[in-house]
């Protein structure tokens, strides 16, 4: 799988957006973005995924560039709930569906 | 929804002795998963089974075993623990293996091997 890169920590306060980065230069066309977090003491959840359009959910929206390199997760207005480790994750097309978990990005979110 | 389910959530082993860690999961999915994940890590595959009846070897699957029982139980069972397995375990399932499938998460057995 293809290596993403992202920011160790970003800070937000609540109620505000939040923007998470990831570079993703290597990916292929047949990669899937994937977005998983993980709060304290819990397992992974699974956030959102997108392969070349925009997408959104009722977590959170997801804006791919037009060259794939790079994506955003975007949480509309952070909550205490939202601290948590984010990753993001790419996944082959034709993989059996294993995740690749890198370092992801520390969210603090401040009251 | 109970959804993944792991059992113990903690439990404590000796050096040479063995256990299996259950997970159990009620959303009807053909995919199951068993990662660990050690401090300050991103967690690592160490089997998997895409459908009843198979399994296949992840990244680290030295020192485990599994069974896939049924299609809601995959369990991962310790022969001879070693203190280097001492890690958070999560199992994981899927509808399908493909990719753009979600998995969803059990809350983890933490296992400490002294």
């Known amino acids: 799988d293809a290596k993403t890169t992202q920011p160790n920590s970003m800070e937000s306060n609540e109620e505000e957006p939040v923007h998470l980065p990831c570079n993703h230069s290597t990916i292929s066309g047949t990669d899937y973005i994937h977005w998983y977090r993980q709060l304290p003491s819990q397992g992974p959840e699974y956030v959102i995924h997108?392969?070349?359009s925009n997408v959104n959910n009722r977590m959170a929206s997801l804006a791919i560039a037009e060259d794939r390199k790079s994506s955003t997760l975007i949480l509309h207005r952070a909550t205490l709930r939202d601290a948590a480790v984010y990753y993001c994750?790419?996944?082959?097309?034709?993989?059996?569906?294993?995740?690749?978990f890198g370092q992801g990005t520390i969210l603090t979110v401040h009251p | 929804n109970a959804g993944v389910t792991q059992t113990p959530k903690f439990q404590v082993l000796k050096t040479g002795q063995s256990m299996t860690l259950q997970c159990a999961q009620d959303?009807?999915?053909?995919?199951m998963y068993w990662y660990r994940q050690d401090p300050g890590m991103g967690l690592r595959l160490i089997y998997y089974s895409a459908s009843e009846g198979t399994t296949d070897k992840g990244e680290v699957p030295n020192g485990y075993n599994v069974s896939r029982l049924n299609k809601r139980e995959f369990s991962l069972r310790l022969e001879s623990a070693a203190p280097s397995q001492t890690s958070v375990y999560f199992c994981a399932s899927s509808e399908a293996r493909a990719a753009v499938q979600p998995q969803h998460f059990g809350d983890g057995t933490r296992l400490s091997i002294l």
């Open positions: 994750i790419l996944r082959a097309g034709t993989s059996y569906g294993k995740l690749t």
């Open positions: 959303m009807n999915h053909n995919s």
């Open positions: 997108g392969l070349t």
